[in-house]
């Protein structure tokens, strides 16, 4: 039975927030590495989760106010990577930059990076662990769904219905934003899903996806051969990194028999001794959103 928040049309803007900045305003003259329009709404609520966080979103080059042009909407985790160095805990994705060159090849669409709140385990799981603890995945959901969504729905020029929606993360939040793509069919048609971290909770996203009904989309997945390391002298960690993307190889076997297409509906990548981190999020991330944007108008 499907659960009451994941029905399209509702939504819980209650709370009065804080209006959209422009980054540079936002940053106060300091540096950073955000590139293009970009803009920050702080401190959005989450009703389901009793948190906040900010949000920060990247209007294509085209986008201007005097147009009347609506675009696809891409919603991202771990927002605070995504576009400035000196908001990331590690690396950037480079994503404004990445979206800046694909407008050159008439690839254009609304990234909304969703900060996390220091508590990805739990809130980009929807499964128990044993070690971690019960997971706030579908909280998280509903807040993307009923929050998130709606917010920029009304505040953007957006295409909002479900053939234009696409979520997307890396390790948890690939985790999650795979597990959204089947859970919430109404919502996105697209998903891209980078190093997920499908051994968390036991392996419990295998029973869920094989038990899923078939959605009609996009699925982009990959990995890296080294995620956990593994130089010469490190036998344990390059056993730990086959195991790694061995479990991302039976979900592209499970996806397939489930009716995805090779190269059409599902893109698989190995990058050759690629680790875990930004640095190679954003070197796969070019040609990933080539292909699950490459035929949204």
């Not at 709404?41 to 906040?52: A, I, Y």
């Not at 160095?85 to 990234?111: A, F, K, N, P």
């Not at 995620?227 to 993307?245: D, I, T, V």
Request: glycine fraction near 8%; aromatic fraction near 12%.
């Amino acid at each position: 039975m499907e659960r009451q928040w994941c029905r399209p049309g509702r939504r819980t803007l209650t709370k009065k927030m804080a209006s959209w900045q422009k980054y540079d305003t936002w940053k106060r003259g300091a540096a950073h590495t955000a590139v293009g329009n970009v803009q920050i709404r702080e401190k959005v609520w989450s009703p389901h989760l009793k948190n906040n966080r900010n949000l920060v979103v990247y209007l294509p080059p085209s986008y201007r106010q005097e147009s009347e042009r609506r675009y696809p909407v891409l919603y991202m985790q771990d927002g605070q990577n995504l576009f400035d160095q000196s908001t990331s805990y590690s690396d950037e994705w480079r994503v404004d930059e990445t979206m800046q060159g694909l407008s050159r090849e008439e690839i254009e669409v609304i990234v909304v990076g969703v900060a996390n709140t220091g508590q990805r385990l739990a809130e980009y799981s929807p499964f128990t662990d044993d070690h971690h603890g019960a997971g706030r995945g579908e909280l998280y959901l509903a807040f993307l769904a009923d929050t998130v969504k709606p917010l920029i729905d009304r505040d953007f020029r957006t295409l909002p219905g479900r053939e234009h929606t696409g979520i997307m993360g890396s390790s948890m939040g690939g985790l999650i934003s795979l597990y959204a793509f089947f859970r919430c069919p109404h919502l996105f048609s697209f998903a891209g899903v980078m190093s997920p971290s499908l051994w968390y909770a036991g392996g419990a996203i295998f029973p869920f996806i094989e038990q899923a009904a078939y959605v009609p989309g996009k699925i982009y997945l990959d990995v890296g051969t080294r995620e956990l390391g593994g130089s010469p002298q490190k036998r344990e960690a390059r056993r730990r990194s086959r195991r790694y993307y061995a479990s991302v190889r039976r979900l592209k076997r499970m996806l397939v028999k489930k009716g995805y297409r090779p190269l059409h509906e599902l893109l698989m990548v190995e990058e050759q001794w690629a680790g875990h981190h930004e640095p190679a999020w954003a070197r796969r991330l070019p040609d990933a959103l080539r292909f699950l944007l490459q035929d949204l108008a």
